[in-house]
């Protein structure tokens, strides 16, 4: 449901390829089955590329997709033509660990409900965020609490690679990260990205699920960025 807009825009133009991750869908292919790090769940997004015979490919996440996707063009950067993150998580300060721990101790005591809505109101506070909030919480909501765990013990894998990752993609110039002014929660852990990173697009009025708070301006800039390597709405263009 977080790309239900963009999915509508950009399938008259691309090819769309979407993945259910592990614990998301209609699959029972189940994350706490699987080891818990960001090479299992790379490894298998690449099998159905490779199924499909894919060489290369414009890859996007959202959220903490975007940290799969960061590993994926870390991984297989051969096989990776740009990629786009919406709503990028970046460096894992002491509070993302600290409110990824909170979220899992209160999973076995109180219902998933109310623990993600608790996760929504800190990470989307904003009354204009609602609507974007609202489809976020129905996504999560189908996740099982043992699969939700599991998947936070997973992001809290990533800091092992990301002195790594930031020493080799060093500018990223073929990716673009799409950032809502109003995500307060997850900019300040994206200074150093945003020092860093040749693509930076900030979108108005919009929190960390820009891709609903506002779709069209996301729209643009994902088709401008695929078609050009850049955008006019840069913040860190030379």
């Known amino acids: 449901s977080n790309w239900v807009y963009q999915v509508r825009y950009l399938k008259k133009k691309y090819d769309l390829l979407l993945i259910e991750l592990p614990s998301h869908g209609r699959k029972k292919f189940n994350m706490s089955e699987l080891e818990l790090n960001f090479d299992t769940v790379s490894k298998k997004i690449m099998e159905v590329v490779d199924h499909l015979g894919i060489d290369k490919a414009t890859f996007a996440g959202i959220s903490v997709g975007t940290l799969i ?9 051969e096989r990776v033509d740009k990629y786009i993150l919406v709503g990028p998580v970046g460096k894992f300060t002491l509070l993302l660990k600290t409110a990824i721990r909170l979220t899992m101790f209160l999973l076995p005591i109180l219902p998933l409900k109310l ?39 997973v992001l809290l894998s990533f800091p092992k690679i990301q002195k790594d990752y930031v ?3 060093k500018e990223e110039p073929n990716g673009l990260y799409v ?7 997850f900019l300040t852990m994206l200074k150093s990205d945003m020092k860093r990173v040749k693509n930076l ?9 820009c891709s609903i708070d506002q779709y069209e301006a996301v729209n643009d800039l994902i088709i401008e960025f695929q078609e050009t390597g850049t955008v006019k709405n840069n913040k860190n263009s030379k």
């Open 69 to 77: 996707i960061k590993h994926i063009a870390f991984t297989y950067p």
């Open 201 to 209: 697009a900030i979108v108005k009025n919009a929190g960390h699920i």
């Open 179 to 185: 950032v809502g002014e109003l995500d307060h929660f």
């Open 115 to 153: 623990v993600l809505t608790l996760v929504c109101l800190v990470v989307m506070p904003y009354k204009s965020l609602a609507y974007g909030r609202n489809l976020f919480l129905n996504s999560a909501r189908r996740v099982a609490p043992k699969e939700f765990a599991a998947w936070c013990k």
């Open 167 to 169: 020493e080799t993609m």
